[in-house]
């Protein structure tokens, strides 16, 4: 997964979160990115078209779960911050994986509420509306290859 130069001109988010338990929620997070000039990378749709193992598989994804997991992990190293939604603070187990990938690659993490789980509060960010994120990361941020992220201090 590539991203074109152009694509350096907006702000780009992986959108995480259970998609067994919280599609719905997602899915109004990709809109509400669309209608703020956000790119939201993962997921492309959030619409359900079977489950493997308890691992969901949505509209235009191709492949099993490894190798969607390992797409996943890609797109939020390409992506300028990840969001997590979680309503009632939970957390699952894809989405532990990828907040702790995010982490590795000093990718910021918001989550829409507060995470059950202390170990998340101290990684992520929450309370924030996509509005007030793309605030906060726009005024501040330089665009930089995702490559060269890894060497700049993490900002949540």
Known sequence: MK???????????????????????????????????????????????????????????????????????????????????????????STSLEIGYAVAKCVPVYCTEKPREYIFRLYTSWGKSLEEIKEVLGDSRTLVAPQVRSIRARKV
């Open 3 to 93: 991203r074109n130069s152009k694509d350096y001109n907006c702000l780009s988010v992986s959108i995480c979160g259970s998609y067994n338990k919280h599609l719905d929620q997602i899915g109004d997070n990709i809109e509400q990115a669309k209608k703020l000039g956000i790119k939201a990378i993962i997921p492309k749709y959030a619409e359900r078209v079977r489950s493997t193992n308890g691992f969901c598989i949505l509209r235009g994804e191709k492949g099993e779960p490894r190798e969607l997991q390992d797409n996943n992990f890609e797109a939020i190293a390409m992506s300028d911050f990840m969001l997590v939604v979680n309503p009632s603070g939970y957390i699952g187990p």
